[in-house]
């Protein structure tokens, strides 16, 4: 509704239907936090500079601080700054590597175990309906952070929102992800230990 003056100054409300224009269907929810993601804050000057990292960072302190839900030898699972959906997880190798193909044979079988690991914890943690899991290799493909290797774990619900609008558009989660990351880590004792070498 738009507002205007009456004829003796008072303040009358138009219906904002009777405005020129085409609704998209979207409603509007306003996220300012996420313009630190759009602005690049934090975002690596140098990519291949390990000390600028998020994901060479978030291990480096307490797991609270990080937002590290699981630590392994060789790999480790942090909840994702800008999430998709609430408990959005990325899986990362402690080496700053960019490739899928740079990992070592440990790496790779931990990488494996730890993705699969998630999933589990989120299914105790979350009851999602399904998951998005898959990575983005390089900027082209849409890697935000694209020289240090992460792969996306994202849970999903009947009637959350396609995944391409979320990347898109701006989505509201209902939950802070320190709260995410406490029942996430809880969660994690009862899912099947990762690395586990055989």
Not at 39 to 57: I, S
Not at 87 to 92: A, M, P, R, T, Y
Not at 93 to 98: A, F, I, L, T
């Amino acid at each position: 509704m738009a507002g205007s003056r009456g004829p003796a100054g008072e303040a009358s409300v138009e219906p904002a239907g009777a405005f020129p224009g085409d609704a998209d269907g979207f409603e509007r929810l306003w996220t300012p936090h996420r313009m630190a993601y759009i602005q690049g804050e934090k975002k690596p000057t140098d990519p291949h500079d390990a000390q600028q990292c998020p994901f060479c960072r978030a291990p480096a302190g307490p797991d609270e601080d990080g937002l590290v839900v699981h630590r392994g030898e060789r790999v480790f699972a942090v909840l994702n700054l800008y999430p998709y959906n609430p408990g959005h997880l990325l899986v990362c190798p402690y080496r700053h590597v960019s490739s899928y193909l740079d990992l070592d044979a440990g790496e790779l079988a931990e990488f494996s175990a730890v993705t699969r690991a998630a999933v589990t914890a989120l299914r105790a943690a979350s009851n999602p309906a399904g998951f998005n899991i898959g990575m983005n290799q390089g900027a082209v493909a849409g890697a935000g952070i694209d020289a240090h290797l992460h792969q996306h774990v994202v849970p999903r619900w009947a009637g959350d929102a396609n995944f391409l609008p979320i990347v898109a558009r701006t989505k509201a989660l209902p939950e802070l992800l320190e709260d995410t990351r406490r029942r996430l880590a809880a969660a994690w004792t009862g899912a099947p230990p990762a690395g586990a070498e055989g």
